[in-house]
């Protein structure tokens, strides 16, 4: 964090307002590493100096930072892997060297590609997990075979998994430039490169050669592996999961493998979900 004025410091720590804190300033009430200041000019450093008033040490509220990373195919959605996979945290290196406390919020299968939210707001986090909320995630797939309307209308109406019955979805064959959208998204289009693509790997290729099809399906749900067994239950196992979107965040172009800050209005739509 950078530098910035004391009584600026003292306003945003909540100790006064910025006026009162020009006053505790002058009135010899504030200390910078154990030393009185009474200087109005003079500029702390949040991350390293030690700010009291009246001898009693005050610290910024710890301000909670949200990322969006795309996750590519291969990485264990964990902090740390005793055995030694690679982990999504290690692609969020930078960011969490900087706010340690952050988290991924739930989990995609080692195996499947795209968005998930990494916070330091634990209520956020658990909010929008929390079964009630019912936020939408989007995901797509490319699957073996090719789902005929009723096959669709179980995936929506609810599918009977060994831990029961599944909510009611969203589902809809991608055809067209839809599908090609699709391949495009998951890394297993003609044209794809890169960590995803790599992954679709021959089973993708033999996709696009007429043995498999794309499909989008949208869950209010978050059980494990959920998509994959449900498609596993109508009869389409699925060849490449990928998640584009969470709630209304989109993936939107951020390459695989790489993270950003979610900006001021989607942190407000996504507060408002978790609420
Ligand atoms: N459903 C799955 O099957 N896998 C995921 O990673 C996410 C949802």
Not at 137 to 155: H, I, M, N, S
Not at 179 to 192: D, N, Q, V, Y
Not at 244 to 267: I, K, N, V
Request: aromatic share 2%; no cysteine.
């Amino acid at each position: 964090m950078a530098e910035m004025r004391l009584q600026k410091f003292l306003a945003r720590a909540g100790v006064a307002s910025r006026r009162h804190a020009e006053e505790l300033i002058a009135e010899g009430r504030v200390a910078v590493n154990g030393v009185v200041v009474t200087e109005m000019g003079t500029k702390v450093d949040p991350a390293a100096d030690m700010v009291a008033v009246d001898g009693t040490v005050v610290t910024l509220p710890e301000e909670t930072v949200t990322f969006m990373l795309h996750k590519p195919a291969g990485f264990v959605t964990t902090m740390s892997d005793p055995a030694g996979r690679p982990t999504a945290a290690a692609l969020m290196a930078e960011e969490i060297a900087v706010h340690p406390s952050l988290f991924p919020v739930g989990r995609l299968d080692t195996d499947t590609t795209g968005l998930l939210l990494f916070t330091t707001d634990g209520e956020l986090g658990h909010g929008l997990l929390h079964p009630r909320r019912h936020v939408e995630k989007t995901y797509l797939a490319l699957v073996e075979g090719r789902p005929d309307g009723r096959d669709l209308a179980r995936l929506r109406e609810g599918v009977a998994l060994d831990d029961g019955m599944t909510l009611p979805a969203g589902a809809r064959l991608l055809e067209g430039a839809d599908g090609e959208r699709a391949a495009r998204l998951i890394g297993t289009g003609a044209g794809a490169s890169g960590r995803g693509a790599r992954h679709g790997g021959k089973r993708g290729r033999r996709a696009l050669e007429g043995a498999g099809s794309y499909v989008e399906v949208r869950l209010r749900e978050g059980r494990n592996r959920q998509v994959r067994r449900m498609l596993d239950a109508v009869g389409h196992p699925v060849i490449a999961l990928h998640r584009q979107a969470f709630g209304p965040l989109d993936l939107g172009d951020l390459a695989r493998g790489d993270a950003r800050p979610l900006s001021d209005g989607e942190m407000a739509v996504l507060k408002e979900l978790a609420s």
